[in-house]
């Protein structure tokens, strides 16, 4: 491992490039546990971290990835041996130390997680998107939906944590209801469930905003943010909830107090980044065995990590449908 190959970000002025590189074992940040890297995924954060004022990344240089699922090569921890199949994601991995576009990874065993029944390409090929999807889904559960209270919608619907939340969301009985701009998606995200798609939220994007508009959704998730989630949160029924954790859409959030004094909604923010690890690993733990999607293979592409620059812009012009798995054993 003394030299390995990575895709390293670099900025320069107001210009960010990425590019292959040698590393050396010396490049990779402290920590206990050292990986092997075999996937990683593309996430919109991913894309951010080679977009000029994007904000996600502390300092360049930088290996983006903010996921990654590999195998032990190297452990000061007890709680990981050499060969164990892991999964790590969110905290600084690719914003503030390096990521999972490298052949290697080094990673505090309290950031780290083990795959248990599923496969590091199937780790990946959740990754960040699913395991958000899945802590979206899992907040409407605690709050308290049921499929008997009525129809949920995902927005966004055809994106990486979209596509995801329809696959659990309809695995679970709930009546789905994917709100997407492509059209293309439909069949795919029928395939995964949705008893309905619709168009982008709201309908009429000039339209002025309401703060209370008649019930369409005993739930919602959100991805998107900015107009659609005010739309969303609008339209909610009485005591449903939306899990949010998208801002594609915008950052900013043009409401009113009413649908939370008026119908006793929740706005749940989803944030996987600062996650602790225990209820991390009991998750993961889920999404290996009730919780596992039942689609992946009908969401899921592979780039080689030589390529992956191609769809990071693909993701920020907002023109990528499901998840991309990123080679990086091998894609180089």
Known sequence: MEKFPALVA????????AALQTLSEADLPPGDVT????YSSVNFKDALALTPGGGVVRHYPVVPGIDLT???????SAEFAVGDAVVAHG?????????GYAEYARLPADQVVSLGALSPRDGAAIGTAGFTAAMSVQALNDWGITPQDGPVVVTGASGGVGTVSVDLLAAAGYQVVASTGKPQATDLLKKLGAAE???RLPGDPDAKPRPLAKTRWAAGVDCVGGATLADVLSAVDYRGAVAASGLTGG??????????ILRGIALLGIDSVQLPIG?????WARLGDSLRPRHLDAVTSEVDVKDVVGVLDQVRAGAFTGRAVVRVAGGF
């Open 10 to 17: 670099r900025q320069d002025g107001d210009q960010i490039s």
């Open 35 to 38: 990986i092997r890297v075999l």
């Open 70 to 76: 590999g195998e032990v090569v190297d452990s000061q």
């Open 91 to 99: 905290y600084q991995i690719g914003t503030g130390h390096h990521g």
């Open 197 to 199: 798609v619709i168009g």
């Open 251 to 260: 950052v900013a959030l043009h409401t009113t107090v009413m649908p939370f």
């Open 279 to 283: 209820p991390r690993r009991d998750l």
